[in-house]
């Protein structure tokens, strides 16, 4: 199973949460983790979507057969690949800018 990926959009938004979730109580803190696990799952799927689609839409272009031809698939493969590989890439640099920030006492999203 794949490790779930925080789309951009929201990584500040959780950050900022991370430091004032202290002041929250008990209860409190379930509702706000529970709000922020249905935010991160629909930001989830909207990306999958996405990245579905435009596969979809620069890949597939025979309807004359219920499987994919060769060059399909390839092209599936390779552009699926492209976005994953983007996607790390941005993790990355979200990752060296978060501890960048952290080191420099500055807090996202204030």
């Known amino acids: ?11 500040f938004a959780y950050a900022a949460a991370d430091h004032e979730i202290f002041r929250l109580n008990a209860n ?10 249905r935010k991160q799952i ?11 689609q435009n596969c979809f839409d620069s890949c597939i272009n025979d309807f004359t057969s219920k499987t994919l031809a060769s060059r399909e ?7 699926v690949d492209k976005h994953q590989k983007a996607g790390e890439r ?19 999203g204030r």
């Open 42 to 52: 629909k930001e989830f799927m909207t990306m999958y979507s996405r990245l579905v």
């Open 1 to 11: 199973m794949e490790a779930l990926v925080i789309p951009y959009s929201s990584r």
């Open 28 to 37: 409190e803190q379930r509702e706000l983790q529970t709000r922020m696990e």
């Open 73 to 79: 698939e390839n092209c599936v493969m390779r552009c």
């Open 90 to 108: 941005v993790n990355l640099r979200f990752q060296e800018q978060n501890v960048a920030m952290m080191q420099s006492g500055q807090i996202p």
